[in-house]
Nanobody
Framework: VQLQACGGGLVQAGGSLRLSCAASGRTLSSYTVGWFRQTPGKEREFVSAIRRSGGSTHYATSVRGRFTISRDNAKNTVYLQMNSLKPEDTAVYYC???????????????????WGQGTLVTVSS
C-alpha cells in the first residue's frame, strides 16, 4: 500500500488543522493506521492510531481530547483532526500502516511497514 500524507501548514496556537492520509494500491480499511510525529533530534513519537478490526482509536496522552482520528473508507483515507493546537505540536507528521499489529504494539513505529512522506505542522505562539 502506498500512503500520501498532506494537510500540514502554519497555524496559530489554538487553531486547527486536518491531516489526511490517502492510500493507493490496497484498501486502507484492511490496515491499522497510525500517525506519528518527529522533531529534529528526537525519536518518532506516536500520536494516534485506528485499528483495522473494529476501528478502535488510540491516542497519546499529550493529544487526547484535542485530536481525533477517523476513517473514510469510501475515499480510502484516514484523517487526523487536530484542534486546540499548541506550539509543542510543531513537528513533521507521518502516517503509517500495517495489516498485522497487535494492540500492545500500536504505539511502536517499528511495527509499521508502510509509511507516507511527512507533512510539516507548525504552530506559532
Amino acid at each position: 500500500v502506498q500512503l500520501q500524507a498532506c494537510g500540514g501548514g502554519l497555524v496559530q496556537a489554538g487553531g486547527s488543522l486536518r491531516l489526511s492520509c490517502a492510500a493507493s494500491g490496497r484498501t486502507l480499511s484492511s490496515y491499522t493506521v497510525g500517525w506519528f510525529r518527529q522533531t529534529p533530534g528526537k525519536e518518532r513519537e506516536f500520536v494516534s492510531a485506528i485499528r483495522r478490526s473494529g476501528g478502535s482509536t488510540h491516542y497519546a496522552t499529550s493529544v487526547r481530547g484535542r485530536f481525533t482520528i477517523s476513517r473514510d473508507n469510501a475515499k480510502n483515507t484516514v484523517y487526523l483532526q487536530m484542534n486546540s493546537l499548541k506550539p509543542e505540536d510543531t513537528a513533521v507528521y507521518y502516517c503509517a500502516a500495517d495489516s498485522n499489529i497487535i494492540l500492545s504494539s500500536i504505539p511502536s513505529a517499528l511495527r509499521y511497514n508502510y509509511w507516507g512522506q511527512g507533512t510539516l505542522v507548525t504552530v506559532s505562539s
